[in-house]
């Protein structure tokens, strides 16, 4: 099942696409991607390139069709992964690009790192994707 962490102002993005199968991962590193909103600012999803920041092309494995749980709407091509978290919000106003850190193993592509110099945006509709998390300021007060 999909995950999405937020933390830092919701600058620091992690997409978990998959369980966790506790095997070694590897890392590519400023992956160029664009994150999708319509017009009213609300995150869409994401496209994910094979190609990266120094426009080299990269090789990851595919996400596997088994790992969908069924909620969100996702296309792969050889060159890209496209994901929209509702598969009936796929009117993209916006597209801002991004670079990210995608973790894979054996098992297939795990998650998708974000650091972006401003706020995601408008993730209100995504509750049902969204892990808890504490700041260290909030957990001080529990």
């Known amino acids: 099942m ?3 962490t937020l933390e830092d102002n919701d600058t620091s993005v992690n997409i978990c696409l998959r369980e966790p199968d506790y095997k070694k991962m590897t890392v590519l590193k400023n992956i160029t991607s ?3 909103y319509d017009e009213n600012g ?3 999803g994401f496209i994910l390139t094979n190609i990266d920041k120094e426009g080299r092309r990269v090789e990851f494995p595919l996400f596997h069709e088994s790992e969908h749980d069924g ?5 792969q091509t050889l060159d890209k992964l496209i994901v929209f978290f509702d598969p009936f919000k796929r009117q993209v106003a916006e597209k801002r690009k991004e670079y990210c850190d995608i973790y894979f193993n054996n ?3 795990f ?3 974000y650091e972006l110099e401003s706020s995601v945006g408008n993730v209100d509709y995504l509750e049902e994707y969204m ?9 001080d007060l529990l």
Do not use: N, Q, R, V
Request: hydrophobic share 45%.
């Open 2 to 4: 999909m995950t999405i």
């Open 131 to 139: 892990e808890e998390y504490f700041d260290e300021e909030e957990s």
């Open 111 to 113: 998650s998708i790192e």
């Open 71 to 75: 909620k969100f709407f996702f296309i």
């Open 42 to 44: 609300s995150w869409l």
């Open 107 to 109: 098992y297939g592509l």
């Open 34 to 36: 664009y994150l999708l």
